[in-house]
């Protein structure tokens, strides 16, 4: 009988870690989750406004509302120069978050990038973001969670600049949870800010 108890404390052991390791992927590496994702990842040109989107789901891209601007139709250009047009099909300016359908594409032409829609990021764990600051295509960044605020708001150190606005933010096992969305630039008494940068979380795309 002692036997049989051990037998089974063992395999609950064993069941128990093997569930764990499923429940939650293993820590990847800022390299591998950039070499799986800047494919999706593309430039919003939107009059003179310039910002980063990703695809989402089937057609449908994410970027920020203050990307898009009044515009209905913007170019949207992909890591390696093909430029299509997208259509604003729903923005919320308050929450400074906008979803684009492509146009006149008639097959899906970019992979879904894995994203985790429950949760709040712990602060502390590291963030990747993909973006293209000032411009610079595929550009890449890491750093914390440095906070996550009352309304939602996820506080980052991560580079941000403009042009960055719009882009993913991943968490280290590879899933967005975040859309950058701004950086603050300089206090009130005219002092720069350096490392703060602040994200949108995703799940706002489907509320």
């Known amino acids: 009988m002692r036997i049989a108890w051990r037998i089974g404390l063992a395999l609950t052991l064993v069941f128990g870690?093997?569930?764990?390791?499923?429940?939650?992927?293993?820590?990847?590496?800022?390299?591998?989750?950039?070499?799986?994702?800047?494919?999706?990842?593309?430039t919003i040109h939107a009059g003179d406004s310039l910002g980063t989107g990703f695809v989402f789901a089937s057609r449908l891209l994410a970027t920020n509302a203050h990307v898009v601007g009044n515009a209905s139709l913007v170019q949207v250009e992909s890591q390696d120069g093909q430029s299509f047009e997208a259509k604003v099909v729903k923005k919320d300016v308050r929450r400074d978050f906008a979803i684009l359908r492509f146009e006149g594409v008639t097959e899906p032409f970019f992979s879904l990038i894995p994203i985790q829609h429950s949760g709040t990021p712990e602060i502390g764990e590291?963030?990747?973001?993909?973006?293209s600051p000032l411009g610079s295509k595929g550009t890449v960044t890491t750093g914390i969670v440095s906070q996550v605020h009352s309304d939602g708001v996820i506080q980052l150190n991560a580079s941000v600049n403009p042009g960055n606005s719009g882009g993913p933010v991943f968490d280290m096992q590879g899933r967005v949870f975040g859309i950058a969305t701004a950086k603050f630039k300089q206090l009130t008494d005219g002092q720069s800010v350096d490392g703060l940068a602040m994200a949108i979380p995703i799940h706002w795309l489907d509320e």
Not at 17 to 37: D, H, M, V
Not at 126 to 131: F, H, K, L, P, R
């Open 17 to 42: 870690s093997f569930t764990g390791a499923l429940a939650e992927p293993s820590p990847r590496t800022a390299a591998s989750i950039y070499k799986e994702n800047i494919g999706r990842v593309v």
């Open 126 to 131: 590291g963030v990747v973001v993909i973006g």
